[in-house]
C-alpha cells in the first residue's frame, strides 16, 4: 500500500507549527525565570558579563544561522520526484539545524542567569529577544526562505520544487546566472 504525500497546506502547517512552537518557548522561558532568579532586584542592572556574553552569543548565532544553517549540498539532477523528496528533506534538516543556532543567546543566557553572581532578567531578555527575532526571520517557513533553500539545492540543474511542495507560486524568482552564493558569474 502506498501512501500519498501530504498536500502543500500540511506540509507548510506542520513546519510552521514547529517554529511557532519555539517562538512560544521562549516568552515561556523568561516567565519560568522571573519566579527563580534568585537576585534581589530581577530587572536591575545585570554585570557587565550578563550583557556582553548574550550579544556576543547573539552576534555568533546570527552569523550561524546563515552560514551553517543555510549550508547545503546541491542536489543533482535527477527525477523531479525524487528530487522533490530530497528537497523536502533537506528543508526540514536545514529548518532545524536553524533552529537549534537561533535558540543559543536564550539558552545561554538562561545559564548565565545561575552562573553570574548579579544576573537579573535584562540578561534573559538580550538572549531571548535575539532568539526570538532568529527564530522569526530565519526559521518560520516563509516565501522567502523557502526560495533561498530552494536555490541553494537547485543550483546544479536539480528541480526540487520546494515552493510548491509547500504552497507557495512559482519556482526561485533569481536571475538565471544565479550559483547559489552571494556573488554573480
Same mark, same amino acid.
Given at each position: ?21 519555539? &517562538? +512560544?518557548?521562549?516568552?515561556?522561558? +523568561? *516567565? ?5 532568579? %534568585?537576585?534581589?532586584?530581577?530587572? +536591575?542592572a545585570p554585570d557587565l558579563l550578563g550583557i556582553v556574553v548574550p550579544l556576543a552569543i547573539?552576534?555568533a548565532a546570527w552569523i550561524g544561522v546563515l552560514t551553517f544553517g543555510l549550508r547545503m ?7 523531479? @520526484?525524487?528530487d522533490r523528496t530530497a528537497g523536502l528533506g533537506a528543508y526540514q534538516t536545514t529548518l ?15 545559564? &548565565?542567569?545561575?552562573? &553570574? %553572581?548579579?544576573?537579573?532578567? *535584562?540578561?534573559?531578555?538580550? +538572549?531571548?529577544? *535575539? ?16 526560495? &533561498?533553500? @530552494? ?20 519556482? %526561485? @524568482? ?12
Amino acid at each position: 500500500m502506498t501512501t500519498q504525500p501530504a498536500p502543500a497546506a500540511a506540509r507548510l502547517r506542520i513546519l510552521r507549527t514547529i517554529a511557532i512552537a519555539y &517562538l +512560544g518557548a521562549i516568552p515561556m522561558i +523568561g *516567565i519560568v525565570l522571573t519566579f527563580i532568579t %534568585p537576585a534581589d532586584d530581577p530587572w +536591575g542592572a545585570p554585570d557587565l558579563l550578563g550583557i556582553v556574553v548574550p550579544l556576543a552569543i547573539g552576534a555568533a548565532a546570527w552569523i550561524g544561522v546563515l552560514t551553517f544553517g543555510l549550508r547545503m549540498p546541491a542536489l543533482p539532477a535527477r527525477d523531479v @520526484e525524487i528530487d522533490r523528496t530530497a528537497g523536502l528533506g533537506a528543508y526540514q534538516t536545514t529548518l532545524f539545524q536553524r533552529v537549534a543556532v537561533a535558540m543559543l543567546p536564550a539558552l545561554v543566557s538562561v545559564a &548565565l542567569q545561575f552562573a &553570574l %553572581p548579579h544576573a537579573t532578567l *535584562i540578561t534573559y531578555a538580550i +538572549g531571548g529577544v *535575539i532568539s526570538l527575532v532568529l527564530v522569526a526571520v530565519y526559521v518560520y517557513p516563509n516565501r522567502y526562505n523557502v526560495r &533561498l533553500v @530552494e536555490r541553494r539545492l537547485d543550483r546544479d540543474g536539480a528541480r526540487s520544487g520546494l515552493s510548491q511542495s509547500l504552497g507557495f507560486d512559482g519556482g %526561485p @524568482e533569481a536571475p538565471s546566472n544565479y550559483t547559489g552564493s552571494a556573488t554573480f558569474h
